[in-house]
């Protein structure tokens, strides 16, 4: 069996990637280190629990020592490195919890796969997981390659950026054998609800306010989480030592057409009259240093390693829109402590 480490596996994107390589690779002991922050969610995987390829350890990246111990119980060949803070508005008021968690965190994690696989790095794989956001802003035209130069612009993207030169930097250094993916941003079940989606649908089924920042015109490209799992795994196996490859669903939308049609979807499924819902739109104050628009080409992907998004935006809405309104336990649970306060500190000072 070979042990495979995912870091953040509690999270959003690590709960789908943990599921999928728990079902699909029987000969895989899949070894989850998640530290439980306020985005770390047990329930989020508790359907492969019980697996027995799956282990659960809960413990910090920022840990040396504690990394030391669980590299000399487990001699792992390979890691997926998702542990993050990941909102940027988090970043923009306590940046210093992404400097220790993404920058401290993942060079840690570095050097102890760097002392533990120091005979033979060429047998081993660290694939850490980015973020298209580390390429800064696009304006009306243009798309994110994978030569496209860094420019972040927030303290989240600014400290993913520098733990990808840190991962890169190791791989001219010392020859370690990574690899390394940037992708869009991600939509589904289990989101934590401070992100766009899930605290849209959340709040037209509360009849609450929809917070739209600014005039709505900033543009992401949604890409369905299982299809970033799909390219997690894709990468893992069929990647190139010290290669790149941007992920990306070409699926571009403004904020407020996309809040707008999640209003519609909503209206039906809450038998509202149409309309109802859009009538909860709130334009707040504008996110500071706001990144108009991302675009990534993933042709790389595409090209080199066969990748291609399988589920359209209509059916990944659809799915993920139901995964929220059959799952109230999950929200409410979610919702509950520490997310309220920050909710409050976030949107009612607004
Ligand atoms: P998330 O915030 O939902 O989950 C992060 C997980 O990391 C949580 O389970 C948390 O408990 C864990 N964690 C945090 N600090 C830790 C520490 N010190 N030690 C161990 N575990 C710790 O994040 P996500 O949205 O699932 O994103 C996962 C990764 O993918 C991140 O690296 C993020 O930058 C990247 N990414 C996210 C998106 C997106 O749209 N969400 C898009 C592109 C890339
Ligand atoms: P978010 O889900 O935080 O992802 P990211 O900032 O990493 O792209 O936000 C997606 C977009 O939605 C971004 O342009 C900010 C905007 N937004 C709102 O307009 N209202 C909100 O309440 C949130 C959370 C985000």
């Known amino acids: 069996m070979k042990n495979i480490l995912i870091t953040g596996g509690a999270g959003f994107i690590g709960s789908h990637v943990i599921r999928n390589l728990v079902n699909k690779y029987p000969q895989y002991n899949i070894v989850n280190l998640d530290l439980l922050t306020y985005a770390g969610n047990l329930e989020n995987i508790a359907d492969i629990e019980t697996k027995s390829n799956y282990t659960f350890v809960k413990g910090d990246i920022c840990d040396k020592n504690f990394l030391t111990e669980l590299f000399r119980k487990y001699d792992f060949y390979g890691i997926i490195h998702l542990a993050a803070e990941s909102h940027v508005d988090r970043s923009i008021s306590d940046p210093m919890s992404f400097i220790r968690t993404n920058i401290i965190g993942t060079i840690t994690l570095l050097n102890a796969a760097k002392t533990a696989w120091k005979e033979n790095y060429n047998e081993h794989r660290f694939y850490h997981i980015s973020t298209d956001e580390v390429y800064g802003t696009l304006g009306s035209e243009g798309y994110f390659t994978e030569n496209t130069s860094y420019s972040p612009r ?197």
Not at 269 to 282: Q, Y
């Open 154 to 350: 927030s303290p989240y993207s600014a400290s993913k950026a520098s733990s990808d030169h840190l991962v890169r930097a190791y791989y001219h250094t010392y020859g370690f054998p990574i690899v390394i993916s940037n992708c869009s941003n991600n939509y589904g079940p289990n989101q934590f609800p401070e992100k766009l989606l899930p605290l849209i649908i959340n709040n037209i089924k509360c009849n609450k306010p929809l917070p739209v920042y600014g005039k709505g015109e900033n543009i992401r490209d949604w890409l369905y989480v299982e299809d970033h799992a799909h390219a997690i795994d894709l990468i893992f196996h069929k990647g190139k030592n010290g290669e790149t490859y941007n992920i990306g669903g070409s699926n571009e939308w403004t904020n407020i057409k996309l809040v707008n049609k999640l209003c519609e979807i909503m209206d039906v499924k809450l038998n509202r009259e149409k309309g109802t819902s859009a009538k909860l739109i709130t334009y707040v104050k504008d996110r500071a240093g706001h990144d108009l628009r991302y675009a990534i080409d993933s042709s790389k992907l595409q090209n080199d390693l066969g990748w291609t998004p399988l589920v359209s935006f209509d059916e990944g809405l659809e799915k993920t829109v139901n995964w929220y309104l059959e799952n109230e336990k999950w929200l409410q649970n979610v919702l509950s402590g520490d997310y309220e306060k920050y909710y409050q500190n976030q949107y009612l000072k607004r």
